[in-house]
């Protein structure tokens, strides 16, 4: 019996500390980057530190990178955890993951640095963004860059970023090859520069339609501009049908 109250015992020691270790979150930048220490493999660390850091955030879940701890502590999701607040009582909050990795390089590279100093830069620009976000749905551009205002722009905008070569490998793809291919790839470029996860024009244009889902609006975007290349049907209200099917099947 003993025995098997000292197992369950480790078992159970074994589960809270996992559980411990899941919900670790830091509470201010200095803990993140203790914690980015113990946590990030030596190869990131390395890479990190060569990143310049106008494109450092790329090295980062959900952008081009594959590491997702950062965005485990400051996605949607955990809007109100520690570090998040913290960040944002220093007036950042779209800028969090470039944030805790400049800091972090800093600390790699063997930097002294300044807190109010990395915060600078990216507290003016989100100054500007929380101006923007005011006339999100309505303004033609967000973060400097275009954003379409309805299907037939997407086209004209997709086809202006790429050339006849391009064009004519997509074309000759299939509608389901070419949907995966850049789902993770230019698709997410779309999510995110057009804004489809903070709020556009675009993004407007489907909840109309009733698609409120970014990675939907994206897939739609996608398959609608294979149809076009190939002289296709779209077929819009059979596709956003689809979605909204899925959506209802998915609540049951």
Same mark, same amino acid.
């Given at each position: =019996? ?14 809270? @500390?996992?559980?411990? #270790? ?8 200095? #803990? ?10 030596? @190869?990131?660390?390395?890479? +990190? ?45 779209? *800028? ?44 033609? @551009? ?6 379409? #205002? ?21 074309? /000759? ?9 850049? *789902?993770?790839?230019?698709? =997410? ?5 057009? #804004?489809?996860?903070?709020? @556009? ?11 409120? /889902?970014?990675?939907? =609006? ?7 501009? *294979? ?6 049907? +779209?077929?819009?209200?059979?596709? +956003? ?12």
């Amino acid at each position: =019996m003993k025995i098997i109250l000292d197992t369950l015992a480790i078992l159970l020691f074994t589960i809270i @500390s996992s559980f411990g #270790q899941i919900k670790k979150v830091p509470k201010n930048l200095k #803990q993140a980057i203790a914690f980015l220490n113990s946590d990030c493999p030596d @190869s990131l660390k390395t890479i +990190i530190k060569i990143t310049d850091d106008k494109d450092i955030k790329r090295l980062s879940y959900p952008w081009d990178g594959e590491y997702k701890t950062i965005f485990e502590w400051t996605s949607d999701e955990n809007d109100n955890s520690a570090i998040v607040k913290y960040l944002k009582s220093r007036g950042i909050s779209s *800028h969090q993951t470039e944030v805790i990795l400049i800091a972090f390089k800093r600390f790699l590279l063997g930097k002294q640095f300044d807190e109010d100093l990395v915060y600078q830069p990216f507290q003016e620009i989100e100054k500007k963004w929380t101006a923007e976000d005011k006339i999100k749905f309505t303004t033609d @551009s967000l973060r400097g860059i275009y954003i379409p #205002q309805n299907l037939e722009d997407c086209f004209n905008q997709i086809n202006s970023f790429w050339d006849d070569s391009i064009k004519l490998k997509v074309k /000759n793809l299939t509608e389901d090859d070419f949907s995966s291919k850049v *789902h993770l790839g230019f698709g =997410m470029w779309m999510r995110n520069n057009w #804004q489809l996860w903070g709020g @556009s024009r675009l993004s407007k244009f489907f909840n109309d339609k009733g698609i409120y /889902n970014p990675e939907d =609006m994206s897939g739609i975007i996608l398959d609608s501009y *294979h149809r076009y290349l190939n002289s296709k049907a +779209i077929k819009l209200d059979e596709q +956003i049908q689809y979605y909204k099917d899925y959506w209802e099947k998915s609540k049951k």
